[in-house]
């Protein structure tokens, strides 16, 4: 598990009223008018940005898979991080830092490099 997003969901998650405001404007900052549109642009470039380059440096040490398109797995990140801290805001039952973490694995197909790293040493 990548501590960057563990540590990054874990902060949501100790901070629900943070992330209800956030899950909250971005909803509101849809429309184009809104005072807050151009803030959440920005901030989703970011955060896709960041996940692609956080994800290319992980395909570079084997620890994602190698055929995945960085931006367009990081921007499926960022819908499941948003899509489920909406669902936990409703119904806090699960963990959210836990559920953001087992998101990222699949979709960089971290669990799949495990699995063939485990493969190739015990063939070795």
């Known amino acids: 598990m990548d501590d960057v997003v563990a540590g990054l969901a874990r902060l949501g998650a100790e901070h629900p009223w943070l992330v209800r405001l956030m899950v909250y404007l971005s909803a509101r900052a849809q429309e184009p008018g809104h005072p807050a549109h151009a803030y959440f642009r920005r901030h ?45 805001l409703v119904e806090p039952d699960f963990d959210l830092a836990d559920e953001i973490s087992a998101a990222f694995r699949q979709l960089t197909g971290q669990n799949v490099m495990e699995a063939r790293s485990a493969f190739e040493r015990a063939l070795a």
């Open 44 to 88: 989703n470039a970011e955060a896709i940005r960041s996940f692609a380059t956080l994800l290319r440096h992980r395909q570079r040490r084997g620890l994602a898979h190698p055929d995945l398109e960085p931006e367009v797995v990081a921007r499926r990140l960022v819908a499941a991080w948003d899509g489920l801290q909406a669902q936990w």
